[in-house]
């Protein structure tokens, strides 16, 4: 699967990682009130290209992703190390383009409802 070339690498202050497709995508989702409260610490493109998320008219209005023209590749590729180390353990860790797939992916795959898991169980006991 290709990543989609305005894909978006969000960490929180917990060094969670949230990916969107795009930075409309990332916006729509991301709550003003979050960023006012710095619940975000970091942005990134895939290839290091650091974000900046504002919220200019507080914590009711409308989340703001900019693109600043710096990169910063060391700090993505240790914060999406941190990440696989607190959030994926026991998971080898992948470099960010690799993990921004595969995190794409995973919350792309369509999920089994509750009554077909109980299903399932009731199917093999």
């Known amino acids: 699967m290709e990543v989609p070339p305005d894909t978006v690498l ?3 202050r917990d ?4 990916v969107f497709e795009s930075f409309v995508h990332a916006t729509n989702w ?5 960023v006012d409260e710095g619940e975000y610490t970091a942005g990134y493109t895939p290839d290091g290209g650091v974000l900046t998320l504002a919220a200019p008219e507080g914590p009711e209005g409308p989340v703001v992703l900019t693109r600043t023209g710096s990169v910063d590749l060391g700090d993505l590729e240790q914060r999406v190390a941190r990440y696989w180390r607190r959030h994926q353990a026991g998971q ?3 470099e960010p383009l690799q993990t921004a797939r595969f995190l794409i992916e995973r919350d792309n795959r369509p999920r089994r409802g509750w009554l077909g898991r109980v299903t399932d169980r009731l199917r093999w006991s």
């Open 10 to 12: 969000i960490f929180d």
């Open 15 to 18: 060094e969670d990682l949230l």
């Open 30 to 34: 991301i709550e003003a009130i979050d």
């Open 92 to 94: 080898p860790s992948r």
